[in-house]
Structures are given as C-alpha cells and as structure tokens.
RNA sequence: GCGGCUAUGGCGGAACUGGUAGACGCGUCAGACUUAGGAUCUGGUGCCUUCGGGCGUGGGGGUUCGACUCCCCCUAGCCGCACCA
C-alpha cells in the first residue's frame, strides 16, 4: 500500500502518549487558549459516528491555536455519574461503577483512535471521591452563603446571623423565601432550631417543602429541564406534581446576573434567546387589593398597571394561601371540591386541557385600590400558584386569558384603552381581547388621555406614593431541585440533629458513596442510601440519604481542569488567574435550558467567593449540528419471501423494511450479505432491476439501532484511517447545522489524503521532495491557501478549507510541484485536521519534534497580488464574456476597450449605451 | 398562539462586505489502462433548447446598473417557549 495509514496513525497515537506531547502547564511566556468539549455521559453503546463531529472540529481548532503559539488546554473527562449505569444495577446488580468504568474504558478506546489531543493528564471523573470532594465542598459554601440585593452577590451567612443579632431583619434586603420579619431581640430570643428555620429561607442551598416534579417509573424527583411536554426527558415516563421536602439551589437570587452576562459573551443568538425565555424576566408592579371584611390583603402581580381601572374580577392560584380563608361559607363546598381537583391533576391533563376554562367564585371580594371599586375573587387554574403572587388582577379588556373567563362566566369587561384615532367600541361585541401594547388610557380616572407607556409610570408612581404597591420585576426562572432519590449520584455532606439539617466539616470531604445490598428505594420508600449500614456521622447523627442531580458534577468541572490533581484546593489561585475562563466551548444545542444555565450560575457564585477572576465560564460557545442518518430499505412482496427491487416496487403490494446500511453500497443492496444477514432472510428471493442489480430506497431519519442506519467510526477508521475520517465529517458541511451522513462520499476526502501523500512520493512510493526554489506559480498557490485556511479556521468553516486544500493539492499535482519550500508549509497547515499523515511527512522531511507546536507559515500578500484581472463584462445584468484587463488601466479606458471589443457589437446593436459601469478587480456592466 | 432558525443541481454543500450562481466532493455519463473492477487516470455533467438563445437560488412584489445576499408579503420545514398576568 502506498499510503499506510494503520500503520503511521499507531505509530504517532503511540508517540503522542509515550512523549506527553499535548500535556499542558502552566507558561507565562505564552498566551494561554482554552478549548473545551462538553464531557460525554459514557453510554454503553459506544460512539457513532454523530458523536466525534464536535469533538474533531475542537480538536482541530485546538491544533490550529498550538500553530499559532498560543499554550492551548484542551482537557477531557467523564461525566459519570448518570441513570442508565444506574438502571442496569437495579436489574442485574451490578456496581454502577463497574459499568461505568467498563464504558469509560470502551470510549477511551473509540476516542484514542481518532487521534484527538487532549491533555489526558487532566482527565476528570464526576464519580470519583477526589472530584466529587469539590462538588461537595461547593455545595457546603451555598448552604453558608446568601444573597443580597445591595450588593447583588452572595455573601456569607455568618454576617446575615450579626445582622439579626444587631438589627433583626428589616435592614435586609435579600433573595430569600417570604416569611414575618423581626427584630434583633426576638432573634436572640429564638431557640436554635428556630434560628435555623429563619436562617433556611436565606441559603442558596435549603432545604424545602415544595411542589416537586416527581417520576414514579424513575422513582426520583426531576428538575424543570428534565421533564418536556409532561414526561420525563430520560425514559419518556409520566411525571407527577407533588408536594415533598427537597433541596433546592436558589439560582432565582441570579436571575438579573445570569440575563445580563449574556450580553457580554459571544453565543449563538438562538440559545442566548432561549436562556432569556427561560429567566423570563418582566417589568411592572405588584399592587395590593385589600379584601373586603377582612384584614388580610392580595398582593397582585401586573406587567400592566396602567390597566388598573379595567379590572373587573380577581383570580387566585388553587394553591394561593387565603383561598380557604377568604371563601364565605355559602361557596365553601364548592370551592374546596375545585381546590381538590385542580390539586390532584396531573401536570399532563392540564397541559392537555389548557383551553378548557374551569373556576369557582369565593364568595369574597376585593377593593380596586384606585377607584375602590368591589371586584368578585375567583379561584381558577388558569393562575399559576409559582408565579408571581399566585393571585392576578384580571382586566378581560385586553387579556385574552381573562377574557374568555369573563365571557365563560359572564362577568363584566372594560375597555380602558383605545388606539389612536380610533373611537371606543361596546365590549359586549367583542369576539377577543382588544390589543393594547399601544394606546391612550380611558374609563381611567387620572390617566385619562395619556398613552400607554405613560401610563404605566403614572400608576407605578400613584400606588408607590398611596402605599400601596411597587415597580417590581418578575422572573419566570425557579429554583432548582437539587435532591435526587437516586444511589448512584453524590451524597450530601449533610446531617441531621434534631431534624435540623447541618453541614459536615470541610475537612471530613469527600463524604464517600457508601456501598448498598441493592440499589432501589427501601420498602419505607425512602432513597436507596437508606440501606447503607453505618450512614451516620461519628457523632451518630443520621446522614442525608438523598444525592445530587446529573447537573451537580457537571457545573464547576471546567474549573477543575484547570489544576486537577490539587487535593487542597477546588483548584489554585495560580492555575484560575492563568486559565481564566473557555475561550472555546463546543457542545449541543440540547444543554441550553440545563447545563448551560446551571453551570454560569455555579461560575457566578465561585466568583462571588473570590475564587475565579471571570463570572462568565464560556466566551464563546458553538453548538454542532446533529449528524442525521441515512436509512435504506428493502420491499418486500407481501406474505412472500420475495424482495422487489426500488424501481419495480410499484407492480406489488409491497412493505418496506429497514435494511442495514452497511450491506447496501451506493443504494445497491449486497444480496449475499442480505442472506446472512438474519437468518429468516436465508432463502430470500430477488426481483432485480434489468441491469441485475436490487436498488434499495432511503431516506434520511434520526441515527438509531432501530433503524439500521448507525455507521460505527471504528469501521471507518478500519478502512479509510482516522485523518480521513476527521477530514471526512467536517467536510460534510457547517459544523453548526444538522446534516444527514452518506458513507459513500468519504471516498473523495480518501481520494484527497493519497493526492497529498503523492505529492511528497514518487510512482514507486520513495520519499522525494526538492529543494528548488519555488516559482511564482507555486507560491501564490500556497499563499492562497494560507489565507483562505486561516479566514475559515476563525469561522469555524472547516468544509470549505477543506474544499481550498484539494484545490491547492490538485493545482500542485498539475504543476508537477514536489518542491520542500510549499510542501513543508502546507502540511503545518493540514496538520490540525490530519494530524498522523502531517507528523509522518514533517518527520519525512527530516523534522526531529513533533509537529504540533510548528508554527503556522506566515502569509504574504506579495505572491497573491495580480497585476490583471479577468472581467467578467455584462450587458444589463447578464455575464456575456470575459476580458483579461490590467488593474491599473482607468476606468475611462476600460470602458472604451470593452465598448471597442469585437464581442460586445453583439448585445450593443449599434446603440450607444447609457451607462457603463466599472468595479475596480470585480465587475463591467454596460445598460444598454 | 409567541419567539428563533432554515429553504440553492440527482445528493452534501460554495458564493464572507450587493458584483461571473452552483467552488469542492459524491453520484452519473463517456473515454484510457486492464483478464477483471466497487482500483487508478482523463474529460463532460443546473434545466430547457429550433443551438440563436431562453430559464434558473421555496413563491409573489420592491429597491438597484446589478439581488442567493437588502426591504415587504406569503408558503413549507425544523427548534425553543407555551395559561408566566
């Protein structure tokens, strides 16, 4: 073989690892360059070929930055802990870690043999103690700390405690859970347990009773992104809403920080619009409605104050705390049936009955504070208990919600706003909500006449001066469930004394996962680390039995692989002021609502610790596109044995069948393998095409087993070798978008890599390259190359610098090119992307080192520049020939050489034209 | 319902700031070498054509000497959010 690709690959992967070529320090001669992939869960089937797309192109950006001098960590690792390692212990017993070494293990393999260069030095593990330590650690700093508005940042909860002792709590402003507020001797005055329940609604990690999405198939509480459309995105099973104690990471206290620190960092638009949604911040006022024959008051929330004359009714969350309270006996019955129903629907059944309006009357009502109008109290579902208050001020006016419920039942409707020259029309006739987004108040007391926007300023300044409400702003961001009923996750350091939660001691972390008979739920149904013998402090207190979620160990690893091995500290001051932060992180688009968002809110809070120098983790995010598959199918004759061909299939009722895609070559099915395939295909018949041959159809569906349609990477490699593949999936088009795979067209990259290969070799394969100078053919070619290679590198468009090497590999063919001064260059440049066949031709061309720290040749705009260009000349709009014009003639004598040409007689028919227009180096258009 | 993205040959895609539409590759056709080809090399290949040319970037309109690119309207597909007051 010309081109060994097996045996050069194994040679440089052996050289890399013995060598510690791509280990990383500390180097304060040199720029320091972050590149990161989002660790992989190792899943027990392996990689196909979707995996490695985003794993190759940060490796080749990676390169890319080496060439260019910069001290590049490129780390990976695992993110261990997860529920299928888990699944499979609960039905066959086995040691979750057992099978997950047992998958680390089979991915090291797939990934080494792609030739990535990755710092394995730095390798992390979520599962291991000397990680999941500083998991833990983290977790104790959230629970010590609180967030204060003032300074917006979470401060240590030891000086919350001298607050309270000095002032109480009403100095405080803080992101906290509500609760009554009191002074610095009822404070000193509180037992120690009650300290702590006051202390509990302030920590960034506490410990609560709420509303929890709970899987039961799972048998674990989920967080919001865990669960889509009612089910659980793992599994695919029912979740329940149900009240249980939990903890929780008060990430609600980072809301504003998190939406604003998206403004200084380079993501896709897309996913920094979908974090903006899911904090969901909006702007208006919460106003106090008091109730009438009572003492007790609703606290409103409205992003539309101005709209304050038109309500007309109220409405109440099922779950709001004064249902009960404010309901008069003679609708007692009622509402506590509806208050009942709502609570025991599945999340499920009111995502699916969403336009069926449903409510009951109170019998209470409520006092509009600006005009003291009596307003009926509704409790309805359409309120949500998590949101704002829990309770609205409905005005059906101009909010199609409330609207259908005041049409349903019957209850009256205002119109408050009116467009611009329009008149105001009977609210009775409407068939929808009038839009109000722009407008001029009026039925509105004092806001009479003025427009919308100043309206709602009026109103915030109105209530604010009567004591009666405030300009507030709302997020739609909750908390995040932080306790999984789980075994394989990692433990709390937290115990319990008198049922108060505590944390452990710094120094007795990592609290190690401890060893259990089995790894499901006890018989009391409590978690499975229940069952652990011995799961107690010292002391003897009891410890927490719950675990972390998957988010836990994937929130601050990008720190650790800054200084993995320090077993004193997360990681040093010294590593974090060098690394900083990710220069480059790549990952799918898929962790935009979860990851992304939790590990930004870890990175602030390390930040507010005083541990890193950044609060953003990411600058620069990309999402790679998924790699589709491409499936194809046989047709089989209904209840017989016999296969029809693609373009006969028509003439019989035929089923179509998924057939593997790798005994179909070209959608020409190879018949011999179909037999072996399964045994039932044994005896199968053929109705072929006239040619003879059986043509399959396809079609381009999600990558899966199922289908048939997954291509393994280690084929691939087997037959075309790793620089080939590499080459191959970034050749397939943008790194951002989906694209469906096609084995087929790996051949023309394979075709590429030999072309390359025989640049530097003669016919009988010697090693031959000249030491002539170059001409000035050959240079441009190169210098071309150069720019092209390095303007795509920094757009991540790895096809088209692909499309610009076989170019110059083709032209340097032609030319007959075996010259060192442009073959030397070119393969620094192609190094990156086929780094094997790149070391094996520096070291050809007598290079002692490694060629990845080479740097990247120099570009010279000299050898480009032309002294002529070939003009394309059009005549109204339309490329009718070309002209090979020098690019220092005026434009005055160009027009006059164009209009003289012999050429152009054709399209001018004798008229003299009415314009011609000349772009210097780009265009001749002449309007005739 | 709201928000975002996408649409170019038989296929993957290129054209970065408005300036030769279809680079590069697959497939396909023809030829060379060959006992053989699913190897290698050479050449053609958007569509239509009366061989003059005409038509072409999802559809319709507009701006411009010139539009895949900018503006307006529409269609289809993908993704996210979805009673968030």
């Known amino acids: ?256 920080r998190l939406l604003e620190g998206l403004e200084k960092i380079n993501w896709s638009e897309s996913i920094k619009e979908v974090q903006r949604n899911w904090i969901g911040r909006s702007e208006g006022a919460t106003v106090y409605f008091k109730i009438k024959e009572h003492d007790k008051r609703i606290d409103v929330f409205t992003t539309r104050p101005d709209t304050l004359f038109g309500s007309t009714f109220m409405v109440l969350a099922p779950e709001h705390d004064l249902v009960e309270e404010i309901t008069t006996d003679e609708h007692k019955k009622e509402v506590e049936e509806y208050v009942n129903w709502a609570k025991n629907r599945s999340e499920r059944d009111r995502i699916s009955d969403v336009k069926k309006i449903t409510g009951v009357f109170t019998g209470a009502y409520g006092v509009n504070p600006v005009n003291g109008k009596e307003v009926p109290i509704w409790v309805a579902d359409y309120v949500l208990s998590g949101y704002g208050s829990g309770a609205i001020m409905a005005v059906p006016g101009h909010d199609s919600r409330d609207f259908a419920f005041a049409k349903h039942f019957n209850l009256p409707i205002i119109q408050v706003v009116v467009k611009k020259d329009e008149e105001p029309t009977d609210p009775a006739d409407w068939s929808d909500s009038y839009d109000s987004k722009e407008g001029v108040m009026i039925n509105s007391g004092f806001l009479n006449g003025m427009d919308v926007n100043d309206a709602i300023t009026e109103t915030i300044k109105f209530v604010e001066n009567k004591g009666i409400g405030y300009g507030t702003v709302n997020y739609r961001l909750r908390d995040a469930i932080f306790s999984r009923q789980r075994y394989w996750g990692e433990p709390f350091p937290i115990y319990y004394k008198d049922g108060v939660p505590y944390p452990l001691n710094e120094s007795e972390l990592p609290l190690e996962l401890p060893e259990v008979d089995k790894y499901q739920p006890t018989e009391e149904g409590d978690p499975p680390l229940a069952r652990a013998k011995n799961w107690k402090t010292k002391e003897g207190y009891p410890l927490e039995v719950n675990t972390m979620p998957g988010f836990a160990g994937s929130s601050g690893y990008y720190y650790r692989y800054m200084d993995p091995r320090n077993n004193q500290e997360y990681f040093s001051k010294e590593a974090v002021k060098y690394w900083r932060d990710v220069d480059l992180y790549m990952g799918g688009e898929e962790h935009a609502t979860g990851h992304l968002m939790y590990a930004r809110f870890w990175s602030h809070f390390l930040y507010d610790l005083g541990l890193t120098v950044k609060t953003e983790p990411f600058k620069r995010l990309i999402n790679q596109g998924k790699i589709q598959g491409r499936s194809n199918f046989v047709y089989r004759v209904v209840g017989t044995k016999k296969f029809v061909s693609y373009y006969k299939r028509k003439e019989y009722d035929t089923q179509r069948i998924h057939v593997d895609v790798n005994i179909v070559h070209n959608d020409e099915l190879d018949i011999q393998a179909f037999r072996e395939w399964m045994p039932e295909y044994q005896d199968a018949e053929f109705i072929l095409e006239d040619n003879g041959t059986y043509v399959c159809g396809a079609e381009v569906e999600k990558m899966s087993k199922s289908k048939h349609n997954v291509v393994n990477p280690d084929d691939l490699i087997e037959q075309y070798g790793a620089d080939t593949f590499r080459l191959y999936e970034m050749f397939l088009g943008p790194i951002y978008d989906d694209k469906p795979w096609d084995t087929q067209g790996i051949e023309g990259v394979f075709r590429f890599v030999k072309k390359f290969w025989r640049l530097f070799h003669d016919e009988n394969n010697n090693f031959n390259v000249s030491e002539a100078e170059p001409d000035k053919k050959e240079l441009k070619i190169l210098h071309q190359t150069i720019k092209k290679v390095t303007d795509d590198m920094e757009r991540f468009s790895f096809n088209t610098t692909i499309s610009q090497f076989m170019i110059c590999t083709n032209q340097l063919n032609e030319l007959k090119c075996n010259k060192r001064a442009i073959l030397e260059p070119l393969t620094v440049l192609l190094s990156p992307f086929a780094p094997h066949l790149a070391e094996e031709l520096w070291r050809l061309l007598g290079h002692e080192e490694t060629i990845a720290h080479a740097r990247d040749p120099e570009f010279n705009e000299e050898y480009i520049k032309e002294s002529t260009h070939e003009y394309p000349v059009s005549f109204n709009g339309k490329m009718r020939f070309k002209m090979e014009l020098p690019l220092d003639m005026p434009k005055e004598e160009i027009e006059k050489k164009v209009l003289e040409e012999e050429r152009a007689q054709k399209y001018l028919q004798g008229k003299t034209p009415k314009k011609v227009i000349v772009v210097p180096k780009k265009i001749i258009n002449v309007v005739v």
Not at 89 to 115: C, F, M, S, W
Not at 171 to 200: G, R, V, Y
Not at 225 to 238: A, F, L, M, T
């Open 1 to 256: 073989m010309e081109y060994n690709f097996r045996e050069i690959e194994k040679k440089w992967q052996k050289y890399w690892e013995e060598n510690k070529t791509f280990k990383t320090h500390i180097d304060h001669n040199k720029p320091k360059y972050y590149v990161l992939d989002m660790f992989p869960y190792p899943s027990g089937s392996g990689l196909h070929v979707g995996h490695p797309l985003g794993y190759i192109a940060s490796d080749i950006f990676a390169r890319f930055k080496r060439h260019q001098g910069y001290n590049v960590l490129h780390p990976m690792g695992y993110d261990a802990y997860g529920l299928p390692a888990e699944q499979y212990a609960i039905q066959t017993g086995t040691h979750p870690k057992v099978t997950t070494e047992k998958n680390i293990k089979r991915y090291r393999e797939q990934l080494d043999q792609i030739g990535f260069s990755f710092d394995w030095d730095r390798e992390v593990r979520t599962c291991d103690p000397e990680y999941y330590k500083w998991t833990q650690w983290t977790f104790i700093k959230l629970f010590k700390h609180w967030f204060n508005n003032k300074t917006n940042q979470a401060e240590p909860i030891d000086e919350l405690i001298k607050e309270f002792e000095n002032n109480g709590s009403q100095n405080i402003d803080a992101s906290c859970d509500p609760h009554e507020s009191f002074t610095a001797a009822e404070w000193n005055q509180m037992s120690e347990k009650e300290q702590q329940q006051i202390l509990m609604n302030y920590r960034l990690a506490y410990l609560s009773e709420t509303m929890v999405n709970w899987c039961p198939a799972l048998g674990t509480v989920l967080a919001n992104d865990e669960v889509k459309d009612g089910y659980s995105e793992r599994g695919g099973h029912p979740v329940e809403r149900k009240k249980m104690k939990q903890w929780s990471l008060r990430i609600s206290a980072y809301a504003q």
